[in-house]
Structure formats: structure tokens, C-alpha cells
């Protein structure tokens, strides 16, 4: 795959040693990155070649990509306003499925200011880079995702990390700041690889005697906790006194895009400014009225989300019964430590010839450089297919 002596001295020549990593992982049967599904079946499962797979890695929390109310808002949004909008929300770019669906957030979430961006990773981009410039501090968990991480590069602001899910540490950092600047405090409510939850009014209370503003990310929580699915920061009853909240909507809203909301109406001045916002096409038509129809049934379903935790309890505890560890309590997001990387490549396939799909996480793209077997529960997720996931995982091979 790399050619040493032909990208000698040339971009490629950085990425040798990454080539050859991936060599030895393909060695052990399928590419687990970019895994190619040739049709979806349904919400839970897919047609790979010619094996039907369960899915168990998705992200479709609430099972909402073909919810029928949902699927017809996409259609009907491209048969009025066709399938892009070529442009930036500040040119030819917005909508009124924009301008609706930040009133609907506005609404659902009790805030007085919200902007939808093109992705969840922007949304983050765009927020963060914006608010916190040169001379002011950003405290982030050292666990962050990655678009928190490039967020903070690409603002002028100092940036500081924080032991993870630690607000004793972040109580110190704070205290060692100086008197200028402004501080904005990032943290995520349900972290996406390990599948902990932050103890956000916590943070809130630790952040807000310092006179810091706080930053939750909520883009794997929204749909899973709270009233309504409103999010960790809800659950914890600190949703009022939280100064920036994040989301995505490739989640739980079975679309594509981001947002942040804001009890702070000064959020909407950083349309004018913020360059992730301003110099991307906005979010298709038919995205919005995906993400606006889901929102609607999120906001007023109680169903889904006890069908999620029924299946949440029903996978932990037949993991936890077959002999595995799980990283975290019972949540939405379940991790696996595996003992390196060549065993979780090689346990991977193993469930793939199963008939099981789950998230293979490797490093650098986990906390403590651990390597994973990740799974994400549906609500739509049956039973049946539950206990066919819990099979599969006891017929792994036993390692040392």
C-alpha cells in the first residue's frame, strides 16, 4: 500500500508508519474502518454483501431514520425546496426550515437564542472558536472530543485542560487564572467512547463561582436523558443555569447537522463573525425537515425513550452476566476494554461472522489509549435482537 521510496520527502512520507498499522489490522480479515453497508434493511438492521448483519454501533438512539412522520418530512422539503440550498446561511442559505427548527429549539429547550449549523461537528467548531477569543481561557475535560479539541486550536483564546470528569481539578485551574480574560468551561454530558456521564451541575457550580461561563456538548444525550429527552443537563436540573448547550443532529434526530442554543441572546451575534458558520453551505432542506420532524416526536413521546432503557438494561446486564466489564454504568453507550488492539481487531470479526456489527475504537481516537469493542443501543433494538447481541459476544474466544 505505501510505496517508501516513491513518497520519500513528499506529504505522504508522515503517514509510513500508519500505513503499515493498517496493513497488519486488514491482515485479520474485513477493514473495520469505513465499513461499506450495501443496503439498510431497517433501523437495526443492514445487508453487507450478501450477509444480513445486526447493528449494534449506529447511533440511532431513538430509532428515528424510518420513522414514517419523519421520512416524509425529507421528501416533502425536497419537493418544495429541492435537494440543497448552494449556499452559506448569511448569503442564499437560509431557509424557513432553518429559522423553524432554531424556534423549535428555542422552545423545547427554554433559551432565548439558537443557531443551527451544517454538521454537529461545526456547530462545536463554530461556537467555541467564536466566543472565546484572544485573552480569554478555555477549560476543557481532557477526554473532549475531537471538534472541541480543533475548535480550541483554531480560537486565539489560551486553552487548558482538566483531568476528565473532575470538578476538584477544575476548581484548581480556575483558581490559578489571572484576573483578565474571560473563562468558558467545555464538557461534554454523555462522553461518545467510554460512555460516562459528567457530573454537570457540578461543574456548573464550580465553573459559575469563578464567574466562568460553562459549555455542554449534549450531542449523544439528547433523546436519552432528561424530561423529553432534553439531555444530561436536564436530568441533573442545572438546564436553566447552563450558559451554552451543543447537539448534533446525526443522533437521535436521524438527520445531519448541529446547533447550539444558549439562555444568552448575545449568542446570535456570532453569525456575523464565526467563520465555521459563515463559509459552509447550509444544512439541506431536506436534513432540516428531518432534524425539525424528529424534534417534535422527541419532544412529545415518552416511549421511545423507556423502550431505549428497557434494551440499555436488558444488553448491560447480559454483558455484565456473559463476563464482561463495561466501562461505564448503563447508558445508551457501551464500551468493552480489550487487552490491544490485534485482540479487538480480531474479536471485530469474529462478531461480524456472527452477524454482528459494533464500533471497533483503537487509538489515538480513545481516552488512555485503550482499545474497544463499542455498541450503541437502539429503542427500536427488539429483544430477540438484544439476546442475539449477547450470544455473540459470549461465543468470542476466551483471551488471557
Not at 163 to 170: G, M, Q, T, Y
Not at 241 to 253: A, E, L, N, Q
Amino acid at each position: 500500500m505505501f510505496d517508501t521510496e516513491a513518497n520519500k520527502n513528499t506529504v505522504f512520507a508522515k503517514f509510513e508508519k500508519l500505513s503499515e498499522r493498517v496493513d497488519k489490522l486488514r491482515s485479520a480479515g474485513r477493514t473495520p474502518f469505513g465499513m461499506r453497508f450495501d443496503e439498510m434493511l431497517s433501523q437495526t438492521r443492514a445487508r453487507v454483501g450478501n450477509t444480513e448483519v445486526l447493528l449494534a454501533g449506529t447511533n440511532n438512539y431513538l430509532g428515528l431514520t424510518y420513522n414514517p412522520d419523519v421520512m416524509q418530512a425529507a421528501k416533502t422539503a425536497i419537493d418544495t425546496h429541492g435537494t440543497a440550498t448552494t449556499g452559506s446561511r448569511l448569503a442564499n442559505g437560509t431557509y424557513s426550515d432553518h429559522l423553524d427548527l432554531e424556534s423549535d429549539l428555542k422552545d423545547y429547550f427554554g433559551v432565548a437564542s439558537a443557531i443551527v449549523c451544517t454538521t454537529g461537528y461545526q456547530a462545536n467548531l463554530a461556537a467555541l472558536s467564536t466566543l472565546a477569543g484572544r485573552g480569554d481561557h478555555l477549560l476543557i475535560d481532557a477526554d473532549s472530543h475531537a471538534c472541541i479539541y480543533d475548535a480550541c486550536r483554531l480560537s486565539d483564546a489560551e486553552t487548558i485542560r482538566f483531568r476528565h470528569n473532575s470538578p476538584e481539578d477544575l476548581n484548581k485551574r480556575l483558581s490559578r487564572l489571572p484576573a483578565e480574560g474571560a473563562r468558558l468551561v467545555v464538557i461534554e454530558g454523555l462522553y461518545s467512547m467510554l460512555g460516562d456521564v459528567a457530573p454537570v451541575a457540578e461543574f456548573v457550580e464550580v465553573a459559575h463561582s469563578h464567574g466562568a461561563m460553562i459549555f455542554v456538548d449534549e450531542a449523544h444525550s439528547i433523546g436519552c436523558y432528561g424530561e423529553n429527552g432534553r439531555g444530561v443537563s436536564q436530568a441533573q436540573g442545572v438546564l436553566d443555569k447552563v450558559d451554552f448547550i451543543s447537539g448534533t443532529f446525526s443522533k437521535s434526530f436521524a438527520s445531519i447537522g448541529g446547533f447550539c442554543v444558549s439562555r444568552h441572546e448575545a449568542l446570535e451575534l456570532i453569525r456575523l463573525v464565526s467563520r465555521p458558520y459563515l463559509f459552509t453551505a447550509s444544512g439541506s432542506p431536506a436534513n432540516m425537515a428531518a432534524a425539525r420532524a424528529s424534534l417534535k416526536i422527541i419532544a412529545s413521546d415518552t416511549t421511545l425513550g423507556k423502550s431505549l432503557w428497557d434494551r440499555v438494561h436488558q444488553l448491560y446486564n447480559g454483558l455484565s452476566d456473559a463476563g464482561f466489564t463495561i466501562s461505564s454504568p448503563p447508558g445508551p453507550i457501551m464500551a468493552i476494554s480489550r487487552p490491544d488492539e490485534h485482540v479487538a481487531v480480531a474479536e471485530w470479526n469474529h462478531l461480524m461472522d456472527q452477524g454482528v456489527y459494533v464500533n471497533l475504537a483503537v487509538p489515538p481516537a480513545t481516552p488512555q489509549a485503550k482499545s474497544l469493542l463499542r455498541l450503541s443501543v437502539s429503542a427500536a433494538h427488539t429483544e430477540a435482537e438484544i439476546d442475539q447481541l449477547i450470544a455473540a459476544f459470549r461465543s468470542l474466544p476466551k483471551t488471557a
